[in-house]
């Protein structure tokens, strides 16, 4: 293979490198650049000499400050680049450049599962929601003995799904930020692949009350044999209630009512709809260099033509998105929706600073391992999975995503908790990345897009779509933007599943809870 690398914007005075193996000290490109060391895939080489307090440009953007003179081919790595202040939040451009919609996409469809809530579904799940972790092992227990027992006898029920988390007591409950993980919760229990309907199990002494969990619901006081409704397909069980003695009348109590509930979702029928219903989730895990040239601008392909055709594409990860908030400004579909973008970016770094941190920490070692020297850099790439779109709306972390189009969810850039955060919104997943990760959610498909093709040769029965092969020229950008669209119609319609759904890798939820435990 050539010796070859990737520069993604003329301005750019670095690039990285594409050949799997990385080159060796002495190798001479074409144009007549020479490394002066050795380079390993996806890390940097300085196209030009940069001199000391000079910016160091990539994707047309300052990425750093040279900390020291750098040479025409040498290896740009984290110490030599000083990491720049964030774009300041009070001088943002505001809607200034708005994209003109998309011509719209129209008849295509995908088999789903209708709600009468008017959300669609892409499983058919039982869906069990606990209000405290205390409940959390007999609940995990039941759900054992359903699978078991009682999922064999409705084929058109694809799982049973226990909400369980470390929440719910020992926690302020009211102060500032608590009701972050509360309407998260909320939110989760009437998924739409629950068939947006919940099986709640209480204990009956914790702070997070079924009452506060469902403020709009009517609760009754205390359960027994007859157990209380929520709504017209909703149940809640009582562990401490007087009438359930011991572990085992506990269990059979959860089992009962989870066979009602299997026997209203065993009635659910795939029907034809349109991809306007889909609400697809984004997020990067394990990003490198190549993220945000090959995977993440496939995804950001992919994404313009859900928007074009109708559909909510959800795209968070605050700290990735900071230090590119000024691409994003402009681009909101109104003065309100930029606001609302800076409002939360503010709140975020307040929090930050409130925990004597920044945006610096956010790199991992394997971020680091693959080339990227700050978030700077990181969140650039990052950002290419928003497409081109304009930004309609912004929701606050664990806010349910109601508008179509392009919305940023407010979210850690934690993979675990941005997921979470993003479940009650999302009815499919799209994970990209770079250094690699087993990750999966129980409630929605994840769909996995590798960076770089030697990682989906590593990893063939995990990573779904290569988007490797932009970096070679083996495909464009539209090419793969177009392979994710009809792949997630697929998945959607439950005539493909991707690896971690196929392998049953399920992480467990994670809560975003910034108020204090007590």
């Known amino acids: 293979m050539q010796p070859l690398y ?8 670095v690039a990285i490198i594409v050949n799997p193996d990385g080159l060796a000290a002495g190798t001479e490109f074409p144009n007549g650049l020479r490394l002066r060391e050795a380079i390993p895939q996806s890390h940097k080489v300085a196209l030009r000499t940069v001199e000391q307090g000079e910016p160091v440009r990539r994707y047309g953007q300052v990425i750093g400050f040279a900390k020291r003179r750098i040479e025409a081919g040498d290896w740009v790595r984290e110490e030599l680049v000083e990491l720049p202040t ?7 451009p505001l809607a200034t450049a708005v994209p003109p919609e998309l011509p719209p996409l129209e008849g295509y469809t995908f088999q789903g599962y209708r709600n009468a ?3 669609t579904g892409t499983r058919n799940i039982l869906g069990i929601t606990t209000t405290v972790q205390c409940v959390a092992p007999t609940v995990e227990y039941a759900v054992q003995r359903i699978r078991q027992e009682l999922l064999p006898r409705f084929p058109n029920v ?3 799904v226990a909400l369980t988390h470390t929440y719910g007591c020992g926690v302020a409950i009211d102060a500032p930020g608590a009701e972050i993980p509360i309407r998260t919760l909320r939110h989760l229990a009437s998924h739409p692949n629950f068939g947006a309907a919940p099986l709640v199990v209480s204990l009956g002494c914790e702070k997070l009350q079924p009452s506060r969990l469902f403020p709009d ?4 006081s205390a359960s027994g044999p007859h157990l209380p409704v929520l709504s017209a397909e909703a149940y809640l069980i009582r562990l401490q209630d007087h009438e359930l003695r011991g572990f085992a009348e506990t269990v059979a109590a959860i089992l009962r009512y989870a066979e009602k509930r299997l026997e209203e979702l065993n009635r659910r029928q795939r029907v034809a709809c349109p991809a306007s219903e889909l609400s697809v989730g984004l997020q990067c895990g394990g990003s490198d260099a190549f993220s945000g040239v090959t995977c993440n601008p496939a995804v950001g392909f992919a994404a313009d033509l859900l928007v074009r055709a109708g559909a909510t594409v ?3 990860e605050v700290t990735e998105v900071r230090d590119a908030v000024h691409l994003l400004t402009p681009r909101a579909a109104t003065v309100d929706v930029a606001l609302d973008l800076i409002r939360e970016m503010r709140w975020y770094d307040e929090y930050l600073a409130r925990g004597r941190a920044d945006r610096s920490a956010n790199p991992t070692p394997g ?3 693959g080339g990227l020297v700050n978030v700077v850099e990181k969140a650039l790439g990052s950002i290419a999975k928003s497409g081109t779109s304009a930004l309609r709306a912004v929701a606050g972390p664990g806010e349910r995503v109601r508008s179509k189009g392009l919305v940023f969810a407010a979210t850690p850039a934690s993979d675990f908790i941005c997921g979470t955060l993003q479940l009650p919104s999302m009815n499919l997943h799209v994970f990209t990345t770079g250094e690699g990760s087993p990750y999966g959610l129980a409630l929605v498909p994840v769909v996995k897009v590798s960076s770089r093709t030697a990682l989906a040769e590593r990893w063939p029965d995990l990573i779904d779509i290569d988007a490797g092969r932009i970096a070679t020229g083996e495909a464009t950008i539209a090419e793969l933007g177009w392979q994710i669209f009809h792949y997630l119609l697929e998945v959607a319609s439950g005539s493909k599943k ?4 196929r392998w049953g890798l399920h992480n467990a939820l994670a809560l975003f809870n910034p108020a204090p435990v007590t």
Do not use: C, M, Y
Not at 6 to 13: F, K, M, P, R
Not at 86 to 92: E, G, I
Not at 217 to 220: A, G, I, K, R, Y
């Open 86 to 92: 964030p774009p300041p939040l009070d001088q943002l």
């Open 367 to 369: 971020n680091k391992r």
């Open 117 to 119: 809530d008017g959300t």
């Open 158 to 160: 694809d799982d049973v």
């Open 498 to 501: 991707p690896w971690a759904e």
């Open 6 to 13: 990737i520069q993604v914007h003329a301005s750019d005075n």
């Open 314 to 316: 959800i795209f968070g």
């Open 217 to 220: 619901q009517q609760l009754p």
